[in-house]
C-alpha cells in the first residue's frame, strides 16, 4: 500500500512539474506571438507611410509634368515668334539697302526708305522684347525641369528604400 501511495504523489508530482512548464512554455510563446504582433504592426505603418509618400510625390510628378509642358510651350512660342521678328527685320534691312542702292532720291523713295527705317527700328525693339521674352522663357523652363528631376530623384529614393532589404525593419525570429 505504501507503493500505491508512493506511486501516486509521484505521479502527481510529475503531473504538478509538467503543468508548471507548459504554463512557462505557454507564456513564452505568447510573449513571443505578441512581440511579433507589435513588429508586423510597425512595419505595416512604416509601409502605409511609405506608400502615401509615393502616392503624394506621384501626385506632384504629374502636376510638375504639366507645368514643364506648359513652360516648354511658351519657349516654343517665344521663339517662334522672335524669329518672325528676325524675318521681317532681315526684309526690312533688305528693303533699306534697296532703296539706298537704287540712288533714286525721289520724294516717294524717299518717303519710302523712311517708313522702312522706321519699320526696322520698331521691329529691332520688338525683337528685343521678344528676345528678353525668350530668356525669361528659358529660365523658367530649367527652373520647372530642374523641379521636376528634383521630384523624379525623390521618388527613385523612394522606391529604393521600399526594395531594398535594409530599409525593411528586423524581424523577430520565430
Do not use: C, W
Not at 26 to 50: F, G, H, K, M, P
Not at 83 to 95: P, Y
Not at 124 to 141: G, P
Request: cysteine-free; overall charge negative; glycine content about 2%.
Amino acid at each position: 500500500m505504501r507503493r500505491t501511495y508512493f506511486f501516486i504523489v509521484v505521479l502527481f508530482g510529475m503531473a504538478t512539474a509538467t503543468f508548471a512548464q507548459t504554463t512557462s512554455s505557454d507564456s513564452q510563446t505568447l510573449q513571443a506571438l505578441l512581440t511579433e504582433i507589435r513588429q508586423l504592426r510597425q512595419d505595416l505603418q512604416v509601409s502605409l507611410t511609405r506608400i502615401q509618400s509615393a502616392q503624394i510625390l506621384l501626385s506632384r510628378l504629374q502636376i510638375q509634368q504639366v507645368s514643364v509642358s506648359r513652360a516648354s510651350q511658351h519657349l516654343d512660342d517665344a521663339r517662334s515668334k522672335l524669329a518672325e521678328v528676325q524675318v521681317v527685320i532681315r526684309s526690312e534691312a533688305a528693303e533699306i539697302k534697296h532703296y539706298e542702292d537704287s540712288g533714286d532720291h525721289a520724294a516717294q523713295v524717299e518717303d519710302a526708305l523712311n517708313r522702312a527705317k522706321a519699320d526696322l527700328e520698331a521691329s529691332t525693339i520688338l525683337a528685343q522684347q521678344r528676345q528678353s521674352t525668350e530668356t525669361d522663357a528659358e529660365q523658367q523652363m530649367r527652373t520647372e525641369q530642374d523641379k521636376l528631376d528634383m521630384l523624379e530623384s525623390r521618388l527613385d529614393e523612394l522606391v529604393g528604400k521600399i526594395g531594398s532589404p535594409s530599409a525593411q525593419p528586423a524581424r523577430v525570429p520565430r
